[in-house]
């Protein structure tokens, strides 16, 4: 995996009492194709700290393209963002 | 006996901009490439913040202009720095450094003290310790540090500047003889380059030979502070670690470097207005009131001089130190072209009580009362929420001096 820091659009589901969890988002791939992504799985999530800036990682699993690819989404706390982190 | 931690970032802007590139995907780490923060040239900002240690090699140093550092290697990389950044850095590595004890001091941006003593009970041996939190900082924020471990503060700081970057250096009083006297007398702490130049003229060139010299030799030659720098060489030093909140300021001020050399008396009074802005807030913030205003001035042709005046009674409103201020440059200025302005205030007495004098003026309750709602609304909608009318429409920006709007510590390390 590489890290590639894409900001994503995502759908995001609020929990009540845990971590917010995605759901599906859409990032543009190299070559410009914009794909959309539906998170079929969430494997583990870690907050970390480097840098000083507070974030969520996610590391997801999904099918995109007929191929089951794990990727890593980030959640950036004091921005409220997402980002495509690693696949 | 004490045991006190210095820890102390590597090469701090350098290697919190590079920790945040990497996570942002950037290729290349550029704590290990010939690298440079540094201010933008163009608004005449152009030193050195913060070198890497292969850009060392070429003879780079902190403080040199970014066309001499340009001079000793071309293809060097430049990058600009990012002071929120370093604050959320500076931050997260206090938090880190809060859970080993209670007593950490914030002695710079990118220094703190730690009185580790009473921590030895819950976290066993210090340098086991001080391992654990150098592996945690580089682990969880990205960066590396050097951790001096010692009996007091001056020791410890000394420890952690010997070998970088990512070590633990004990410098036990024992081990002193070992490790710090064979330095040069330079790298002592409070031993500048004047100072080192005058012991080198009588034969003193480490810190042995300082340590080994007859104090009163050394008191007669430097003065009161030759003492201090005796007591140093020989490891001497009793100060306490002191948390930040319980430091008493003794001033404050600000001061910029403006990006063209002004020669026109109204630009210069704007841009002291903006900088009396910003020291008038923090002296507000602070609790405090001023009887001690000075103006200082730096010419295009590096000429510093300042002004000031002692005032009867104490005063904390942004305009009438702002009178002062324009009293004061009136006096002193001869009108040469000017580089950089500063305003500072001291001789604090806190506010609350006050004396009320024949002479106050008559407006004096309503500007307090402007002043705290201006302070309000700045505190909660941000620092240019609301400006003076004068600023309107200008080049000049209205609130002037520090790096960020935060309370920013700076580089290098203070004696607070």
Redesign the interface.
């Known amino acids: 995996m ?4 894409e900001p994503i659009e995502a759908a995001v589901w609020f929990k009540s009492k845990e971590k917010p969890q995605p759901v599906k988002f859409r990032y543009s791939d190299g070559e410009g194709v914009v794909r959309r992504v539906n998170v079929d799985k969430i494997i583990s999530v870690d907050e ?6 507070r974030a969520f990682v996610y590391r997801c699993q999904s099918e995109i393209d007929g191929v089951m690819k794990v990727y890593e989404l980030k959640y950036l706390i004091s921005d409220c963002r997402w980002e495509l982190y690693k696949m | 006996m004490r045991i006190i931690f210095h820890i102390d970032a590597n090469s701090a802007y350098l290697s ?1 901009t590079a ?2 590139m ?4 950037y290729p290349v780490d550029i704590r290990e490439i010939p690298a440079v923060i540094s201010g933008d040239p163009l608004n005449r900002h152009g030193i050195i913040l913060a070198k890497s240690i292969p850009a060392k090699k070429y003879g780079i140093a902190t403080g040199q202009s970014l066309f001499e550092a340009r001079q000793k290697y071309p293809g060097l990389a430049v990058f600009p720095p990012d002071y929120d ?1 370093y ?7 206090y938090q880190i450094l809060k859970e080993y004890s209670p007593l950490v001091e914030r002695y710079s941006i990118d220094e703190c003290f730690l009185d580790y003593t009473a921590s030895r009970n819950r976290f066993g041996d210090p340098v086991e310790a001080a391992y654990e939190i150098k592996e945690r900082i580089k682990k ?4 590396t540090v050097n951790i001096g471990v010692s009996t007091n503060k001056l020791l410890a700081k000394m420890g952690s500047e010997l070998k970088k970057p990512d070590r633990v250096h004990t410098l036990w009083p024992q081990e002193m003889e070992k490790k710090m006297w064979p330095l040069p007398v330079g790298e002592l702490y409070m031993v500048g380059r004047a100072t080192a130049e005058k012991l080198r003229r009588i034969n003193i060139c480490t810190i042995g030979d300082l340590a080994k010299a007859d104090p009163n030799h050394i008191k007669a030659l430097l003065k009161s502070p030759g003492l201090l720098v005796w007591e140093f060489a020989n490891g001497i030093d009793n100060s306490e670690v002191t948390l930040n909140s319980e430091i008493i300021q003794k001033g404050v001020g600000n001061s910029t470097t403006i990006s063209h050399d002004v020669t026109d008396r109204t630009e210069a009074l704007m841009i002291l207005l903006a900088l009396t802005e910003r020291v008038a807030m923090r002296l507000r913030r602070l609790g405090y009131m001023a009887s001690l205003v000075s103006v200082s001035i730096k010419t295009a042709g590096f000429i510093h001089y300042s002004h000031q005046m002692k005032l009867r009674n104490s005063i904390d409103t942004t305009t009438e130190i702002y009178e002062h201020v324009c009293m004061l440059f009136d006096q002193c200025w001869k009108g040469e072209p000017i580089r950089k302005l500063g305003v500072h205030v001291s001789d604090f007495q806190a506010s609350g009580t006050r004396q009320y004098s024949l002479f106050d003026r008559r407006d004096d309750e309503k500007l307090r009362s402007l002043d705290r709602t201006v302070d309000k609304i700045r505190e909660k909608y941000g620092t240019r929420s609301i400006i003076r009318g004068s600023f309107t429409n200008g080049d000049i920006n209205p609130v002037q001096g520090g790096t960020n709007d935060s309370d920013f510590i700076m580089m290098g390390g203070y004696r607070q």
Not at chain 1, 48 to 53: D, L, N, P, R, W
Request: charged fraction near 15%; include cysteine; charge should be positive.
């Open positions: 590489k890290i590639l820091a970390v700290k480097t840098a000083g800036i | 919190w920790a945040a990497l996570e942002k995907g950044l604050m959320l850095c500076s931050n997260a590595m969880e924020l990205g960066f």
